[in-house]
């Protein structure tokens, strides 16, 4: 492995170690409600966390993926609050910058879900595909 790769990963784990263990628990780059969290200590084993996922496709011509894993790459940004996980790939994050992770029930369904993204200009009403804001 070559010195900018060795760097690079190393860059990487920092980052993701500080935005994990921020002051505050919340990274202002992903937010993470405690419903979230809540959620997630009920449904995940031990030693995993929400991956996040954002694909082309849906509705909208974007959709968001969410799965419970076990493995983080290294091309992963890990954010935690309370000790529990949630991790994205970097190409991900460019879409999800600002937005809040959250867990919501109502009559129809409940999941996780993402709220409050400024990069989105609009969503389809599953909640799960959106478009992107265009400057």
């Known amino acids: 492995m070559n010195r900018s790769k060795i760097a690079m990963r190393n860059w990487r784990l ?3 170690t500080r ?3 921020a002051k505050d628990g919340v990274s202002t780059d992903l937010k993470i409600t405690d419903n979230c969290v809540n959620r997630l200590r009920e449904v ?3 030693g995993e966390h929400l991956r996040i ?3 082309g496709g849906g509705c909208s011509g974007f959709e968001y993926k969410m799965s419970l894993d076990s493995k983080i790459n290294d091309n992963d ?3 935690c609050k309370d000790h529990i996980k949630v991790v994205v790939d970097e190409v991900s994050l460019q879409f999800l910058k600002g937005a809040t992770v959250d867990y919501l ?3 129809m369904r409940s999941s996780f879900r993402i709220i409050d993204n400024p990069v989105a200009e609009k969503g389809c ?3 799960s595909s959106f478009a992107i804001k265009m400057d």
């Open 14 to 16: 920092l980052y993701a």
């Open 19 to 21: 935005k994990c263990y």
């Open 44 to 46: 995940a084993s031990t």
């Open 53 to 55: 996922v954002v694909d």
């Open 77 to 79: 940004f890990v954010f």
């Open 105 to 107: 029930e109502d009559l």
């Open 125 to 127: 009403s599953c909640g």
